[in-house]
């Protein structure tokens, strides 16, 4: 009978697919293979002038090419974060374009979204995004680099 | 079994070692870098006529050189030579919207003689030092007619206001005969006024036309 209730339990287990329970472990993804296609983009004015309105806004552009190393969750229900680390004292903001293999989103500095929810098919991801980099204009006073990176969630 | 508890073969110490130089020589990266660089200085004066393509600046438009010098001018009644009624000039100018959206912001200028003065001062950053563009006007010390007779150019002043302004950005006053400070320009901010002159009239000069040219300057950090 114990035996019986254990099995139905592990079976309920594997009915829930790719939900990842709460205590899952998280790990930095290895995206060696990554790159920007521009080593520095330019912020420029949203209005080149500042106007009556006060519009600070800058903004920029990039296209990045991923290529995230999966290969230690292969065919495991998985959660895919991108997360932006803290800026220099700005709140900066990122937005995201994709081909359809990550999900769009948008992300603060300090921040993380989920841009994959299932089970990893796949060794390596590639995917290419547009990024859209936005931030008040008097603000970004010098130039800076911003820090990028991939995390992973599985269950235990 | 136990196996895993035994010293490593020489073989397994050369595969550990070929696969630390491995890691070495083939760094993994956890991460990527995007540098961005802040938006670029830019300032604009426009005191008159200017030039504006693709639009107005809200819809993004790029300002253009104008050389045009713009005058303002009066003639006065002869009954009212230095009688010490101010004689409202009039001005070229035919500039009634603002730059910014097109907005009517002077009042007809062939009326009412008004000037447009308008501009920006753009920086990024916040730091301390270089916040504040400064607008001045340099005058010569007189207007002047062909026989050498001059009027002193403070006889010249000027009325400020804005549609829609309840308190105008460039102060009303009269020019000095010199260099003079209009207005302290704070950084990323936009100003505008529409400046309507007028001759005080105060005494009695020599016939003739008399000239002189007021310059405009915007001047950034």
Known sequence: ?156 | MKSSSLPPSRAQRALLGLALACGTWLPSAHGFTVGISPGQRSLFLQVGEGTMSGGFFNSGGTPGDNPTVNSASVTVPAAQLGSGAAQPMTTDSTVTASPWEGAAFCTSPATTGQVYVGGFFRRPGVGSGGNEALLTVTTPTALTNTNGDTIPFSRIAWTSSGIGDATATIPSGAFVGGTQDLLTVSRNTWFESCLAFRYLNSELVPAGTFTGRATFTLTAP
């Open chain 1, 1 to 156: 009978m114990k035996a019986r209730r254990t099995l139905a339990m592990l079976a309920g287990l594997l009915a829930l697919g790719t939900v990842i329970p709460a205590a899952a472990a998280t790990f930095r993804i290895d995206d060696t293979g990554t790159y920007a296609s521009q080593p520095v983009t330019q912020m420029r004015w949203r209005r080149l002038a500042p106007g009556r309105a006060g519009d600070h806004t800058v903004e920029g552009r990039v296209s990045v090419s991923l290529r995230l190393n999966l290969s230690q969750w292969l065919n495991r229900p998985a959660r895919i974060y991108m997360s932006l680390a803290p800026t220099d004292g700005e709140q900066l903001i990122a937005t995201w374009r994709t081909q359809g293999r990550l999900l769009p989103g948008t992300v603060r500095g300090g921040g993380r979204t989920l841009v994959f929810e299932g089970v990893v098919r796949e060794s390596f991801l590639q995917e290419s995004i547009v990024l859209d980099l936005t931030a008040d204009g008097r603000k970004v006073e010098h130039a800076q680099s911003l820090q990028f990176f991939f995390e992973i969630e599985v269950s235990p």
